[in-house]
């Protein structure tokens, strides 16, 4: 099995893209997708105008599942790790190449999210009992 392999807050690359392993529950991968600079821009204008014209309602909108950090680690700097509704991923075809493990800053920031916001419910049961402190 992947947890088997990959650890929170190891970061991988799978099918040209750039991820954040969370956690395995039964036959499912959940993963933060990596944004590039750009997109983590973009991603942060949008946000921002949401929030200028009075919403504040990022969370659950039309079954997207959102909640996103900013990196630290050296390799990530100045870009957005982000969890939506395709961050679900079958272990069964899983081929990826290990990047690095993040620093422990983003892995509580990413522990403080995944707490705080609305997120896939079997992922908010695997982080319930995570203590931010045990790595």
């Known amino acids: 099995m992947l947890k088997e392999i990959l650890n929170f807050g190891d970061t991988f690359r799978y099918a040209e893209k750039e991820y954040v ?3 395995q529950v039964g036959d ?10 750009e997109s983590t821009k973009n991603d942060n204008d949008m946000y921002e105008k949401k929030i200028a014209n009075g919403n504040t309602t990022i969370g659950l909108v039309n079954k997207l599942i959102y909640a996103m950090v900013m990196l630290k680690t050296e390799e990530f700097k100045s870009r957005g790790a982000h969890l939506h509704y395709d961050a679900e991923h079958d272990v069964d075809d899983l081929s990826y190449d290990f990047i690095r493990c993040l620093e422990d800053e983003d892995k509580k920031k990413i522990i403080e999210a995944i707490k705080k916001e609305d997120v896939f419910p079997k992922l908010k049961d695997a ?4 203590n931010k402190s045990s790595f």
């Open 127 to 130: 982080f319930r009992d995570y």
């Open 28 to 37: 499912l991968v959940y993963a933060l997708l990596i944004l590039s600079e």
């Open 21 to 23: 392993y969370l956690a």
